[in-house]
């Protein structure tokens, strides 16, 4: 899996291959705020289990939670989740499908 960071080779808009560094994981579905990628999964906070977690939590006398409770995105939705690899002129949002591999020591 890639994350933030990665340097990759990817297929761009223009069917060329190209090369970049991601620099954020997005997602087309609003449901999916700050996506991360732990352990080579794709994961976003869940509300619903977060909060679920506080009222567990406070029942027993614990601490709320300082961070979300994050979940795998659903293989389903896989496809809603894009790379963004600036360059000079514009970004490009790549889809994981259109990455080839990472790329080492890349000259652009």
């Given amino acids: 899996m890639y994350n933030v960071g990665d340097t990759v080779e990817y297929i761009n ?12 994981i997005n997602s087309s579905m609003n449901s999916y705020g700050n996506i991360i990628v732990k352990d080579d999964v794709v994961m976003y906070p869940s509300k619903k289990l977060t909060v679920k977690e506080n ?15 994050y979940v795998p995105v ?3 939705n896989m496809n809603s989740i894009y790379f963004t690899i600036p ?6 949002f790549v889809l994981l499908e259109d990455i080839i591999r990472k790329a080492k020591d890349v000259v652009r």
Avoid at 58 to 65: A, E, Y
């Fill in 13 to 24: 808009h223009v069917d060329k291959i190209a090369a970049g560094t991601i620099s954020e």
């Fill in 55 to 69: 009222k567990r939590r406070r029942k027993k006398g614990l601490s709320i939670l300082k961070t979300s409770v």
């Fill in 74 to 76: 659903k293989s389903k």
């Fill in 87 to 92: 360059h000079r002129v514009s970004d490009d």
